[in-house]
């Protein structure tokens, strides 16, 4: 849906008005003071280790610590990891193909809409997520071929691994590339499971600010002018969140609160980049409510910003239930 303009944006009149410093205070503040807590309280170290029942309680600082189980493994563990990995194949599958499908119809036009940021986000996280659930899956099964080795053997070799009796220069050189290559991959792993939980929580309180504003705000209007609502209007802002909650509902991932400054810096990058177009080209706003010349404007953006909170706290929220309900 898009805005008409009533004033040419690309003047510079336009965005010198007490107007559009109000709105730029709520955006820009809230912005700086999600870097300021990041750079406070975020930690990109993963935990290698399984998790343990003690794991469950916050540090007192708002973080919690990420296993690299968490990522692959279901919240039950009666539950295969293997049906997580299925899930969120055809998760990525469908979202895929729906970004593909709106590609063609309407080209890349599309990326002008919150709605499309949040979409391909989402893409990604079933994407990296789908990785990441192969490799465990495939440490699962190592561990368990581990443990019919050991059961038939009776013995457990050190660190998992037959030690030889003597080692040589040769054997001792091959020995540290292999640790080295190691490591190299294991700070990759990290990195990829730090990005995945992150990406988690933005696109989490993402998806629900937009279907809130979308069917609380956007479609009352539209339906007093007879819109005509079709199929992949109502696939783009429901699947989304149906998707995201089932795989909520299966994975093993935490919440902390902390990290709701990446969901106002994905939404003030959103705006800000709104802005720059409308200050070099002079097109219609995505959104009624981002237009800079209504005299509502400050309204509608603060209420939006303030919209942050009970978003990503009720997601929040619900994850915290779930881990009470069906701890590990």
């Known amino acids: ?24 205070i709520w955006v820009l503040a809230p912005v700086v003071g999600a870097l300021f807590i990041i750079w406070k309280y975020e930690d990109r170290s993963v935990e290698t280790r399984a998790n343990d029942d003690d794991d469950d309680d916050d540090d007192g600082k708002g973080r919690q610590d990420l296993s690299v189980d968490d990522v692959w493994r279901p919240c039950l563990n009666q539950i295969h990891p293997g049906w997580l990995l299925g899930f969120r194949v055809l998760a990525f599958c ?20 919150y709605t499309q940021w949040t979409f391909t986000l989402l893409t990604i996280y079933f994407g990296l997520g789908s990785l990441l659930s192969v490799y465990g899956c495939s440490q699962c099964g190592r561990q368990q071929s581990m443990r019919v080795t050991t059961d038939r053997s009776g013995t457990v070799p050190e660190n998992g691994h037959r030690q030889p009796f003597i080692e040589g220069e040769g054997m001792n050189s091959t020995k540290n590339r292999k640790i080295a290559g190691a490591r190299v991959v294991s700070k990759a792993l990290d990195s990829c499971i730090h990005l995945f939980q992150i ?77 720059i177009i409308h200050a070099c080209i002079s097109v219609r706003w995505p959104y009624p409510f981002l237009d800079l010349s209504s005299p509502m404007a400050p309204l509608w953006y603060l209420t939006v910003a303030l919209m942050h909170l009970p978003c990503y706290g009720l997601f929040a929220l619900l994850v915290r239930i779930k881990h009470i309900l069906l701890p590990q």
């Open 1 to 24: 849906m898009s805005s008409q303009n009533d004033a040419d944006s690309t003047r510079l009149s336009y965005w010198l008005n007490w107007r559009v410093f109000l709105c730029e």
């Open 94 to 113: 469908f979202l895929l193909a729906t970004t593909i499908v709106r590609l063609l119809v309407r080209g890349w036009s599309i990326f002008y809409y």
């Open 199 to 275: 990406i988690f929580q933005m696109s989490a309180g993402a998806i629900v600010l937009t279907d809130c504003i979308y069917w609380g705000v956007i479609f009352p209007y539209l339906s007093i002018q007879d819109y005509d609502l079709n199929f992949m209007t109502v696939n783009l802002h429901s699947s989304n969140l149906v998707l995201l909650l089932c795989d909520t509902a299966l994975n093993c991932l935490r919440f902390p609160l902390f990290r709701i400054s990446y969901f106002v810096l994905w939404t003030g990058s959103f705006v800000v980049f709104q802005w």
